[in-house]
């Protein structure tokens, strides 16, 4: 995906097109081709639509998605300043924010992420594939468990609201609980 740079007077749009799986063991490690530090903070979520800032080693960006219809969905990405982005995650998020690794993992010709978090979804290890059309077809690596592309409870607002209510200690009342819209994607 391409994302704007701060001279940019264009605005970027792109199809998002995903699948998302659970990772079934470690076979993933000895692929792995990059890794990356990232901060996830949800700005908003409506009915589907969210905005999302988000810190990717020494770079910030905010996100516009819509509401995905089947595997696929809207997105408009920019780059902003640094320290903006940490204020959005500090004073914005409340408490929606979300600590990974990100280890791009090379397999059949694709580029899978697997996103490693930690802290509050600590254990937590899923596997994402961006697709170039909805119907391309994939070889899954050994190391691919169960599809959870259309499964509610791994979306991301949704998992940080389980993991609060299995580990009550990690509430903030600054962070209210929010489930996810109930909305087909």
Not at 6 to 22: A, G, Q, V, Y
Not at 27 to 36: D, E, L, Q
Not at 41 to 46: S, W
Not at 95 to 124: C, I, M, P
């Amino acid at each position: 995906m391409r994302v704007a740079q701060p001279n940019d007077n264009m605005s970027i749009m792109t199809l998002e097109i995903e699948r998302k799986f659970l990772v079934a063991n470690d076979g993933w490690k000895n692929s792995v081709v990059r890794s990356v530090r990232i901060r996830d903070g949800l700005i908003a979520n409506n009915k589907g639509n969210k905005a999302r800032v988000r810190i990717e080693n020494d770079v910030a960006t905010i996100a516009l998605k819509s509401r995905r219809s089947g595997l696929a969905r809207t997105e408009f990405e920019y780059v902003i300043p640094y320290s903006d982005a940490e204020e959005m995650l500090r004073i914005m998020c409340e408490g929606n924010v979300l600590d990974k690794a990100r280890h791009f993992v090379s397999h059949a010709g694709n580029t899978w992420q697997v996103d490693v978090y930690e802290e509050l979804l600590d254990g937590v290890v899923l596997a994402e594939i961006e697709l170039t059309d909805a119907d391309q077809k994939l070889t899954l690596p050994d190391w691919i468990g169960a599809e959870v592309t259309a499964d509610p409870r791994y979306r991301k607002i949704n998992m940080v609201a389980a993991a609060r209510v299995a580990n009550p200690s990690s509430l903030d009342n600054e962070a209210p609980i929010a489930l996810a819209d109930e909305v087909t994607e």
